[in-house]
């Protein structure tokens, strides 16, 4: 099932890509595992996939060591400062930076181990008050206290955009968050790349891949409806 989910993706991606004009190889697919059986993420790296994002830090450290190590887990979920040593040998990016207090601790940690973390800014870009992530008007603020500190590089933005039917209606979301890319990048900050921008789930990866989505993070629709217990 999750091969068939997964070429089905790939279809979606690569006419998102089309009607966009966009090359398919500017487009990550992030495998979302949270929840899943060390089987099934198997069966994603069989057919070909690298790219896992997970949103607990207990998940990533017990699945990782499971399997290959030419997996790239992705932290996409909220981050409480007391799990980040445990994060850092194990994600190539941390995608849910909401706050400078969880910089700064990332930044120790990544100093001490002598490397850089590259981080995404998350933006709460409906302004939803269930959701985590920084305000619109606060990210450039936030990216510049973040790029002055050793250990981080900024690589752009992300959002998850409020829970809907109609994937039109995230539309808005999406270019927000790339408009706000384009200005904070003109601004030539030091460390911030943004090279990135983190958008996009089941219901609708397509919509932001044609809004300027770098990294789509798909979880449902590769490997079906999560039990919470
Ligand atoms: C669970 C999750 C996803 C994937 O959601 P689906 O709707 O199952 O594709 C994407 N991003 C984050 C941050 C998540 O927690």
Redesign the pocket.
């Known amino acids: 099932m999750v091969r068939e989910n997964l070429i089905a993706v790939e279809e979606k991606i690569r006419e998102a890509c089309a009607r966009a004009g966009r090359n398919r190889e500017d487009v990550t697919l992030?495998c979302?595992t949270?929840t899943k059986p060390v089987e099934m993420l198997e069966e994603a790296y069989a057919a070909g996939q690298r790219n896992f994002?997970e949103?607990k830090v207990q998940e990533i450290c017990l699945k990782a060591p499971q399997l290959p190590e030419d997996i790239r887990w992705h932290m996409?979920?909220h981050l409480q400062r007391n799990k980040v040593k445990q994060v850092m040998d194990k994600a190539v990016m941390i995608?849910?930076v909401d706050n400078l207090r969880l910089a700064e601790t990332i930044s120790r940690e990544a100093v001490k181990r002598n490397m850089v973390m590259p981080i995404l800014i998350e933006v709460n870009a409906a302004g939803e008050e269930s959701k985590f992530g920084i305000a619109l008007e606060e990210t450039e603020q936030l990216v510049r206290q973040a790029a002055a500190l050793p250990g981080l590089q900024i690589a752009g933005l992300?959002t998850?955009a409020p829970y809907t039917e109609d994937p039109e209606s995230n539309r808005l979301y999406f270019r927000q968050l790339r408009e706000l890319s384009v200005d904070i990048k003109s601004k030539c900050i030091d460390n911030v790349t943004m090279d990135h921008l983190s958008m996009g789930?089941?219901?609708d990866?397509q919509v932001a891949i044609e809004e300027g989505a770098t990294l789509i993070?798909?979880?449902?629709?590769?490997?079906g409806e999560?039990n919470y217990v």
């Open positions: 992030i979302v949270k994002g949103n996409i979920g995608h849910s992300m998850i789930m089941t219901g990866y993070r798909v979880g449902t629709g590769i490997f999560r």
